[in-house]
């Protein structure tokens, strides 16, 4: 499990994950509000619509068959000069790999400690709390090792009977591995912006 933890739920993954979804969620709110934000045609398209289950069509496929990573890293090098201070700035900090801190706790964050991040932004940047919570935020990772219901792996024993590993195990705790392990996390800024 620590090796799951390790690799798959990484700190940097994570808090890289976290600042890609923020800056593509900033820059789609700043076309909503009718800023200029610029991007690929396939990327400005989904920025500038909102894709629902029933206009999920074969043009939006098309259209999103021709995104790739590329589309991404292009529009996130020139939002890190866009006027707007918050996808300024988190365009920047994924481009120069200048990521939040990150802290993962056993127990939740309290609102506290997270409000306390918040006030220090805004007072440091005169910005709003709105424009803050891109940078300080919380939430929860899991992970569960071993999920015996959705994939079952079994065991051909020496009597030529199949049992699923979990009961065939007498060296792994694999009935341990399959509960289902809860964290916390809270991210902000390491240094000013």
């Known amino acids: 499990r620590l090796m799951y933890w390790q690799v798959y739920l990484h700190k940097t993954s994570l808090v890289a ?9 900033r820059a789609k709110r700043l076309i909503q509000n009718g800023s200029k934000v610029e991007a690929s045609e396939a990327l400005s398209y989904f920025l500038q619509h909102k894709i629902t289950e029933e206009s999920f069509d074969q043009n939006t496929l098309d259209i999103y068959a021709q995104l790739d990573d590329f589309d991404i890293i292009s529009a996130l090098k020139v939002w890190q000069y866009h006027d707007d201070f918050v996808l300024k700035n988190l365009s920047d900090m994924i481009i120069n790999r200048e990521l939040l801190q990150v802290k993962i706790k056993n127990k939740k964050i309290k609102e506290e400690q997270l409000n306390k991040h918040i006030d220090s932004l805004k007072q440091t940047y005169n910005i709003s709390t709105e424009e803050a919570k ?7 990772i899991s992970n569960q090792a071993y999920q015996g219901n959705t994939e079952a792996v079994n065991i051909l024993l020496d009597t030529g009977e199949v049992t699923e590993i979990v009961e065939a195990s007498d060296h792994l705790n694999l009935k341990v591995l399959s509960k289902p392990v809860t964290k916390y996390y809270i991210c902000y800024p390491k240094q000013k912006l």
């Open 17 to 25: 994950e976290q600042l890609m979804i923020r800056a593509l969620n």
């Open 134 to 140: 891109y940078f300080v935020f919380t939430g929860e």
